[in-house]
């Protein structure tokens, strides 16, 4: 059965001050993994895809990138419009992603 | 493309009344997903499609819900009757094998 946890459940950070978030899976046969950026009271919102291990893609201030475990969503000196809940999805076998439960983001000005 | 339709954006019923949510997907998209999000659970798949025909319905919590794709622009989820248990928000997905692109979602109360 495909796994996917991410971590923290939540993270706080100062406007400027930079961090991780971290998506752990188990899954066999990895066909992708994506981020999605989640606002109060919105659907997810799609980021990035990532296909293999060792490749990375950015978006303004964020980079996500993929090891053959885990895949990492950085955060470049946060504004507090970065302030959301970022969840990771992998995609195996089939067409169908398997969810995390997500990083509650707060970035505070 | 206006991106994944939902509707209702609300709806409050009492328990016992039938709930209908309806979801437009993104054209040319061949799969659709429907999911229920709670802070305890967050999100659950409960059905999807695959060219209008339903694929896996595992995640459907019991008999009072159900699904329909009668076209490649329209899908349904009822439940009848409902349950306070019910209450959520649901969200309809789309996608073309690759990411998914949701909907605003419905949120639902049951009283």
């Known amino acids: 059965e495909d796994q996917v946890t991410q971590s923290p459940e939540a993270l706080r950070l100062q406007e400027g001050e930079s961090s991780s978030l971290n998506c752990s899976y188990t899954?066999?046969?990895?066909?992708?993994l994506f981020w999605y950026r989640q606002d109060p009271g919105k659907g997810p919102e799609f980021l990035f895809t990532l296909y293999s291990a060792g490749e990375e893609k950015e978006k303004e201030r964020l980079k996500a990138t993929l090891t053959k475990k885990e895949s990492f969503l950085h955060i470049t000196a946060p504004k507090p419009e970065d302030s959301a809940t970022y969840l990771c999805?992998?995609?195996?076998?089939?067409?169908?992603?398997?969810f995390g439960r997500g990083t509650s983001l707060i970035v505070h000005p | 493309d206006a991106g994944v339709i939902q509707s209702p954006r609300h709806e409050v019923t009492e328990m016992g009344q039938e709930v209908t949510l309806r979801c437009k997907p993104i054209s040319g998209h061949d799969y659709l997903f429907w999911y229920r999000q709670t802070m305890m659970r967050g999100l659950e798949l409960l059905i999807y499609?695959?060219?209008?025909?339903?694929?896996?319905d595992s995640g459907m919590p019991e008999d009072r819900f159900s699904a329909k794709m009668p076209n490649a622009s329209f899908s349904t989820l009822k439940i009848q009757p409902s349950e306070p248990r019910d209450s959520a928000v649901y969200f309809c997905?789309?996608?073309?094998?690759?990411?998914?692109?949701f909907g605003p979602g419905t949120r639902l109360t049951v009283t």
């Open positions: 997905a789309s996608s073309d094998r690759g990411e998914q692109y």
């Open positions: 499609f695959n060219n209008n025909v339903p694929i896996d």
């Open positions: 899954v066999s046969g990895l066909r992708g």
């Open positions: 999805a992998v995609q195996a076998g089939s067409y169908i992603p398997t």
